[in-house]
């Protein structure tokens, strides 16, 4: 919880069509509210108690699928930590959150990365529209724990 507010910045910028409409201290107040009530489940990598990057397990992450979840979101690592896997062991680590709490599927939406998923066991369920620009739906069948 001590990192919610800087992580809800980090996601605020790093996504900005996404929160055009909400002030960053309005979505770090619904942030906070998410990881209070586990609606968000957020995986952190920490450096001498520097946050490195995060991953998080969201309940709901797309207002036009809410038939689907749980969902990946909320992938970031710091500039200069890319390249060194962290992302990777982030998204695994939620991942093998979601299957132990026994779910079958995971999803994600992205608007540029689909690529990168792909070549990480994530399939494309379908394409659609969203905030001016075509994103990937994505899924992942998760191993049972």
Avoid at 2 to 23: C, G, K, N
Avoid at 102 to 123: E, F, M, P, V
Wanted: hydrophobic letters at 40%.
């Amino acid at each position: 919880m001590q990192h919610s507010a800087e992580l809800a910045r980090w996601i605020h910028t790093q996504f900005p069509y996404e929160f055009a409409d909400q002030p960053l201290a309005d979505w770090q107040g619904e942030f906070s509210a998410g990881q209070r009530s586990r609606a968000w489940r957020s995986l952190i990598a920490l450096e001498d108690g520097r946050l490195l990057g995060s991953a998080s397990l969201a309940l709901d992450d797309l207002a036009q699928r809410p038939d689907l979840g749980p969902w990946l979101a909320c992938v970031f690592v710091r500039p200069e930590c890319r390249g060194q896997g962290l992302a990777e062991r982030l998204i695994e680590g939620i991942c093998r959150d979601a299957a132990a709490q026994g779910h079958r599927l995971i999803y994600l939406h992205t608007r540029d990365r689909a690529d990168y998923y792909g070549k990480r066991r994530w399939q494309t369920l379908e394409t659609f529209e969203a905030w001016g620009e075509t994103h990937s739906l994505m899924y992942r069948e998760l191993l049972p724990i």
